[in-house]
């Protein structure tokens, strides 16, 4: 039996989660139930700095500060139905910033460890997480090292876009069966998700849908000099 998380009697921003669901969740081929079920449930208001509780439910990626943003509800459910999350399975989830999208998935069934390197936001998460994912764990270190103490993982989720998946977290991904789910970031403005499996020849990645995630700052390459 899991703890329940718990909630004022009074909960106003009820009717926003249903109409997150209804008009941004659904119509985008989510049909999961446990991802729709969490949706409706976790407080996403709860997961974001104060004075920022407007933009909870909006179709857009919310700014976090220091470059870092919450991902949009769409793109983060899409990204959690491909991943096809199980019960019991291990999840890894890189950039988890204030832990919304790791809650989501602990909903879902996974075990799910929580990678975050920002001290700000990990003290929100750490808060929220406690209150309302408490299955979930929170750890800390640079994100490119993923978290090898845990590995192999059967999801691994990046909460953000990269370049390409970082070589360190690739090794952790289960080599039978194991899929990670991610947003590549392209040279023009629009990104694609992409479902990545380990194979003998490393990782093999499809393309899943386009979508404008912003890059994480930290994953991104280092700059080249000219002289």
Not at 55 to 84: H, S, T, W
Not at 160 to 180: D, H, N, S
Request: aromatic share 4%; with cysteine; glycine share 10%.
């Amino acid at each position: 039996m899991t703890d329940a998380p718990v909630h004022h009697a009074l909960d106003s921003h009820a009717d926003a989660r249903k109409r997150m669901v209804d008009s941004q969740i659904r119509p985008n081929k989510v049909t999961n139930p446990r991802i729709l079920a969490a949706m409706r449930h976790l407080p996403r208001e709860r997961f974001l700095p104060d004075g920022l509780d407007a933009l909870a439910y909006a179709d857009e990626d919310v700014p976090l500060g220091k470059g870092r943003f919450l991902m949009e509800p769409m793109v983060l459910a899409r990204l959690l139905q491909i991943a096809e999350p199980r019960e019991g399975e291990r999840a890894l989830v890189v950039a988890a910033g204030t832990g919304y999208g790791a809650a989501v998935l602990s909903q879902c069934g996974p075990r799910v460890t929580a990678v975050e390197e920002d001290p700000g936001l990990l003290a929100l998460a750490r808060d929220v997480l406690g209150a309302e994912a408490p299955g979930v764990s929170l750890v800390t270190g640079p994100l490119a090292a993923g978290w090898p103490s845990g590995a192999p993982y059967d999801i691994i989720l990046i909460e953000g876009a990269v370049r390409e998946i970082p070589a360190a977290i690739a090794k952790q991904l289960k080599a039978e069966g194991g899929r990670l789910v991610a947003v590549i970031a392209g040279p023009g403005r629009t990104n694609q998700a992409v479902l990545a499996e380990a194979t003998q020849f490393g990782l093999r990645a499809q393309p899943v849908f386009d979508c404008g995630t912003p890059a994480l700052p930290s994953l991104l390459p280092a700059p080249e000099f000219v002289f």
